[in-house]
């Protein structure tokens, strides 16, 4: 088979930057959202590269833009999926325009820069680019390819993508999809990691009430609501749920053993293996305090209290109080299983109660596909010491609706930072940037993974 060749790898990068600038100046902080700009904006770069997308607006002013290149069929489609909608900002913070799409000193300064308009704009170039080479040179795709930039990630109050899959599913429906977060380098020690997200965790959100005597302040009880609320958040923050491995969790950490090598590696390798070490506290074994808490976080389902409310007057002892919880939850966890484990821990002289205002299931996928096996190959051709790693999302993204589908979902938007940039350290940050080097580099290997998979496997 003849495959045409790739495109300017510079034009391609210049084209990446442009998009990303274009998207940063439209401001679609959620709330509100009003992601109709930016679905508005890629429909006319679309429309003058001759592809007509399909505009849906879900609720009003949230926009959300399709697109599909077609292949011969032989194979399913592929999914780019991102959503264009961003966190709002405190202007008072940041040294540059938020939404000004500034450049300086190597640079794309703005909010969404890496969450995920950066992501958007790199999807965007390589959509239009395998697009271009069909038209003009006969690309031979097996399968098509759907690009799908959509609203409300953020606030998640399903006004976008989960719409969609309800309501037009066959706009959406591929084999696999690609996303955020993932393929970013990471550096640990004197190694350069590739974390492909093949797994995230699901939410519970919930409210832990504590229930008292009410009465008046100038007589102190000792069945006071506030003061069980305080002791039971006090019993959440020292509390250890058990450790529990799954086949993400499992790779990841072997792969990281295998890499950093020496006595930190011996020592995640034997936490590992050994049940017995699993009591061990990660950061015993890490030296490094937030790979640490990462991996305690991919491995533990998580409890974090994050609001607390109680008492509505100084001389009033309250007759209830209580705490906003944000747990993460591993694959095969259920709510009810976690109240359990929490009632266990808390034990049952605290009057409390768990009452879950919302839920969101976890999800993982197998990484011994062909797809994932491209990945990693297209990696270490551009990076040959490089180590690529399933791994799990702390958090949650837009592939809890996607994988609704079928898909199978992986994170994967590649960028190189240098050592000591922290890609999550700036994503929400001040002054949120990604550098052109990173886009350029992240822009031809996403091309090249999305064209060989597109047309030979």
């Given amino acids: 088979m003849s495959v045409p060749p790739p495109p300017n790898w510079q034009s391609l990068a210049d084209d990446t930057v442009r998009y990303l600038r274009d998207l940063i100046r439209l401001d679609t902080s959620n709330p509100p959202g009003n992601e109709m700009l930016a679905a508005e904006y890629i429909a006319r770069v679309l429309r003058a590269a001759g592809v007509e997308p399909v505009v849906i607006e879900t609720a009003p002013k949230r926009g959300n833009v399709i697109a599909r290149v077609k292949g011969d069929g032989r194979a399913a489609p592929l999914l780019l999926y991102s959503h264009t909608d961003v966190v709002p900002v405190e202007r008072e913070r940041w040294t540059m325009d938020p939404f000004g799409g500034e450049v300086k000193d190597g640079f794309v300064y703005g909010r969404g820069a890496l969450d995920m308009k950066g992501i958007t704009a790199m999807q965007l170039a390589v959509f239009l680019a395998i697009a271009r080479s069909v038209e003009r040179e006969g690309l031979p795709l097996r399968r098509d390819l759907i690009l ?84 039971a958040v006090d019993k959440l923050a020292r509390m250890r749920l058990p450790a529990r491995i799954t086949p993400t969790s499992r790779a990841f950490i072997a792969g990281l053993a295998e890499g950093i090598g020496g006595g930190q590696g011996i020592a995640l390798r034997a936490w590992l293996d050994m049940d017995a070490l699993r009591e061990v506290p990660l950061h015993r074994l890490v030296g490094d305090p937030g790979l640490a808490a990462e991996l305690y976080a991919v491995t533990h389902d998580t409890v974090v209290p994050t609001v607390l409310r109680a008492g509505y007057k100084t001389n009033v002892v309250p007759s209830s109080a209580e705490a906003t919880l944000d747990c993460r939850t591993l694959p095969g966890s259920t709510p009810d299983a976690l109240i359990e484990a929490l009632r266990q821990s808390l034990g049952n002289d605290l009057p409390v109660e768990f009452e879950v205002d919302s839920s969101g299931e976890a999800i993982e996928f197998p990484f011994d596909t062909p797809l994932f096996k491209l990945i990693e190959r297209t990696l270490k051709q551009h990076d040959p010491q490089g180590i690529p790693l399933p791994y799990m999302m702390t958090g949650a993204t837009d592939a809890k609706h996607v994988a609704k589908l079928g898909a199978i979902c992986y994170g994967f938007s590649p960028m190189q930072f240098a050592p000591g940039e922290s890609f999550f350290e700036m994503v929400h940050g001040h002054d949120e940037r990604v550098a052109v080097s990173a886009l350029a580099w992240g822009v031809r290997v996403l091309y090249e993974v999305v064209r060989d998979f597109c047309v030979t496997v």
């Fill in 148 to 231: 799908a930039a959509t609203a409300d990630e953020e606030n998640d109050t399903n006004q976008g993508i989960g719409i969609l899959v309800e309501k037009h599913p066959d706009l959406l429906r591929a084999e696999y999809a690609l996303s955020e977060f993932g393929g970013y380098s990471l550096h640990i020690g004197n190694r350069c990691f590739y974390p492909i997200q093949t797994a995230e965790k699901g939410n519970v959100w919930m409210r832990m009430v504590a229930r008292g005597r009410p009465g008046h302040a100038s007589i102190p009880q000792a069945d006071n609501a506030v003061v069980h609320l305080a002791r």
